[in-house]
């Protein structure tokens, strides 16, 4: 994938004929394997017919970009698109998938170069011996089940194709291949993903858990590594606690932790994670694990870092989780996927009248010409959950926000009551206190089962899941 490689001066030594020479032989072969669950191919063809089927007689191009540059010629870690890995059961490889009008697969892709070649020690990008080893493509096409081509086919192929649709913006090489001839096709296509990546299939469901039990892990890591953060580590200890689970039992975290100490847990993305972890305060940990197939869990608890709750932490802490089981007993195929989120903010409104806070009735409180209550609860109370924590964003209004909640979405259940450091609205005590329990649920024809139900939900389930884990 040279081509997508921004140019910057070189500083690799020049190469003498004979040193050329010398390196073109003496190499056994190379080994890789293809790192791709093996269930997952049948999977992936299912979601590409449906998508074929949504648009007959068309080629589909589907593109799974190159990694993002960190600074100058230093690149993060590669992760292929989502709708890509979707498609392919590729969370790792990366190419450009190309869907035939009789919806035919096929994945083009780099094929590593050989020993004996000179780009096997000398191509920085795609070099063997900088990178090391990838299955050919032979092997490749065997373990997804897809037809695999060199990548320098795609643009006589591309060429060729009748009417095309691209998904844009994910890979600059191709968009270039592909004239914009129709905008509101190559749109369709995303939303048309989006709206089907909506439902779950049932492998899908599994790496969701797969995802959310690591995460588990990573919270009870945490708990056990507070002492270290009161002892000087702070914050930054913590994330780096958390990150090494998701590194050791899964791929990477599927988005920059939330680690937030005392008043930093009222800001919602507070990810810098810089602060110290003081005596009495609360912490607010918000991170989830991204599995090997890419799927990701997104969960938030808030921990007293003492292990015990005050009185008044463990009041706002309930009113918090009663918001939650509010929202949660409204999740069953047919309800809006909005309902969840009024019922939490009826529990909300009402605890805010109770705290002195609102000063009306809690249904003038509700009124939605007014909504005051968003003075502390700010956002939403949940999204969709998949390969991308903020899944199928792009899915059709009248599908995800203003739809039906069906059989086989996951979602996040997560509303949070949120009071900042200069509030003067809030009585001193609760200035600084940011609450949110966040729970990563599918919906089920009889309602819905909570995959992160392994971690505590009560004030009293807390302190003694920390206090088991401490002993
Ligand atoms: N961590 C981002 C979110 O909860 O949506
Ligand atoms: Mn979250
Ligand atoms: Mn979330």
Redesign the pocket.
């Known amino acids: 994938m040279s081509e997508r490689v921004p140019a910057t001066s070189s500083h690799d030594l020049p190469v003498p004929p004979a040193l050329a020479e010398f390196m073109l032989g003496g190499w056994g072969p190379t080994e890789a394997p293809v790192r791709t669950d093996p269930g997952v191919a049948g999977w992936a063809a299912k979601r590409r017919a449906r998508l074929s089927g949504m648009f007959p007689g068309e080629h589909l191009v589907i593109p799974a970009g190159g990694p993002p540059v960190r600074s100058n010629d230093q690149f993060f870690r590669f992760r292929p698109g989502s709708d890509y890995t979707w498609l392919t059961g590729d969370g790792d490889r990366g190419g450009v998938l190309v869907l035939n009008p009789a919806g035919e697969a096929t994945l083009y892709t780099d094929e590593p170069p050989r020993p004996g070649t000179a780009a096997y020690w000398t191509d920085r990008n795609a070099g063997i011996v900088w990178n090391g080893p990838r299955a050919d493509l032979a092997t490749l096409g065997e373990a997804l089940e897809i037809r695999c081509r060199p990548m320098g086919e795609l643009a006589t192929t591309l060429g060729a194709a009748g009417r095309t649709r691209l998904l844009r913006t994910v890979d600059p090489v191709v968009d270039a291949l592909v004239p914009v001839t129709d905008p509101v096709a190559d749109g369709d296509l995303v939303v048309a993903l989006a709206d089907l990546r909506l439902i779950k299939d049932e492998w899908e469901v599994g790496q969701l858990q797969h995802a959310v039990d690591v995460t588990v892990r990573g919270f009870e890591d945490v708990v056990r590594a507070l002492p270290a953060a009161l002892a000087g580590g702070g914050e930054r200890w913590l994330e780096g606690t958390f990150a090494r689970r998701a590194r050791t039992d899964g791929e990477e975290v599927g988005?920059q932790p939330?680690v937030a100490a005392g008043g930093h847990a009222a800001v919602l993305?507070w990810n810098r994670n810089t602060g110290p972890v003081r005596p009495g305060q609360l912490l607010l940990l918000?991170a989830?694990v991204e599995v090997g197939s890419r799927y990701t869990a997104?969960i938030?608890r808030v921990l007293p870092v003492d292990g015990r709750f005050s009185p008044l932490q463990r009041d706002v802490y309930e009113l918090v989780r009663r918001a939650n089981d509010a929202a949660i007993g409204q999740l069953r195929p047919g309800a809006m996927f909005r309902d969840y989120h009024w019922a939490a903010m009826a529990v909300f409104a009402a605890g805010l009248v109770d705290l002195g806070l609102l000063r009306c009735s809690v249904e003038e409180a509700l009124d939605p010409e007014r909504q005051l209550y968003r003075r502390w609860t700010l956002c939403g109370s949940g999204?969709m959950l998949g390969l991308d924590?903020?899944d199928c964003g792009r899915a059709t209004t009248a599908r995800y926000v203003e739809g039906e909640l069906q059989a086989g979405m996951v979602l996040?259940v997560?509303p949070g009551l949120y009071f900042q450091p200069n509030d003067e609205l809030v009585p001193a005590e609760l200035r600084g206190l940011g609450m949110r329990i966040?729970e990563d649920l599918l919906v089920t024809e009889e309602g819905s089962q909570n995959l992160s139900a392994a971690l505590p939900r009560t004030a009293d389930d807390v302190e003694s899941w920390m206090s088991g884990l401490a002993g």
Do not use: A, L, R, S
């Open positions: 988005y939330i993305h918000d989830g997104d938030t999204h924590v903020h996040t997560e966040e």
